[in-house]
T-cell receptor
Framework: EAGVTQSPTHLIKTRGQQATLRCSPISGHTSVYWYQQALGLGLQFLLWYDEGEERNRGNFPPRFSGRQFPNYSSELNVNALELEDSALYLC????????????????FGPGTRLTVL | AQSVTQLGSHVSVSEGALVLLRCNYSSSVPPYLFWYVQYPNQGLQLLLKYTSAATLVKGINGFEAEFKKSETSFHLTKPSAHMSDAAEYFCAVTPANAGGTSYGKLTFGQGTILTVHP
């Protein structure tokens, strides 16, 4: 069974540009999560999409946005890039939210390394 | 609100020795708890999880962890370290119930780098 896949592996941009990162979840998973792992800041939650809807958002500015497509894949867009956006961006997926509302285990992809020059 | 504290950013053990990585959590609602491992330049791999069933949880690669509610702890152990265990380990918490600002969100500790000496 294929795991979570992310593309590209590496992305180099200059300050002020836009970056688009992509994620394909494990087959059968409907929830997609995005995390940022920046040096010195640890792993920070960015966004959660479930069934095409944004369900939760971390403490990031609006220039971080995303969407989830009908096939459950997802895209993270970062506009007006700043030097401090340089980080490893991790995508995770999980099964659908249970009838009781609890979320399922998150499985992570290999990440996209974004470098902003 | 939820938070995780991992005691010790670096732990060094000899091959064959006991591995003990400490994790304490704070959560206003019943939590689910996880340990993930990250090898250099890779994503996170799930080691084990606690989701309110048995308090002693067994994971992959010989790791296990015990949920102790009274101590708000979820320490990770392995009886005998192997060179291949060298990596960074993250403890994480998420609410077991729906709703709230932490819903669906994994909150991670700062990570513990495990070094294994021959």
């Amino acid at each position: 069974e294929a795991g979570v896949t992310q593309s590209p592996t590496h992305l180099i941009k200059t300050r002020g540009q836009q970056a688009t990162l992509r994620c394909s979840p494990i087959s059968g998973h409907t929830s997609v999560y995005w995390y940022q792992q920046a040096l010195g800041l640890g792993l920070q939650f960015l966004l959660w999409y479930d069934e095409g809807e944004e369900r939760n958002r971390g403490n990031f500015p609006p220039r971080f946005s995303g969407r989830q497509f009908p096939n459950y894949s997802s895209e993270l867009n970062v506009n007006a890039l700043e030097l401090e956006d340089s980080a490893l961006y991790l995508c995770a997926s999980s099964l659908a939210v249970s009838s009781g509302g609890s979320t399922d285990t998150q499985y992570f992809g290999p990440g996209t390394r974004l470098t902003v020059l | 609100a939820q938070s995780v504290t991992q005691l010790g950013s670096h732990v060094s053990v000899s091959e064959g020795a006991l591995v003990l990585l400490r994790c304490n959590y704070s959560s206003s609602v019943p939590p689910y708890l996880f340990w993930y491992v990250q090898y250099p330049n890779q994503g996170l791999q799930l080691l084990l999880k606690y989701t309110s069933a048995a308090t002693l949880v067994k994971g992959i690669n010989g790791f296990e962890a015990e949920f102790k509610k009274s101590e708000t702890s979820f320490h990770l152990t392995k009886p005998s370290a192997h060179m291949s265990d060298a990596a960074e380990y993250f403890c994480a918490v998420t609410p077991a119930n729906a709703g709230g600002t932490s819903y669906g969100k994994l909150t991670f500790g700062q990570g513990t780098i495990l070094t294994v000496h021959p």
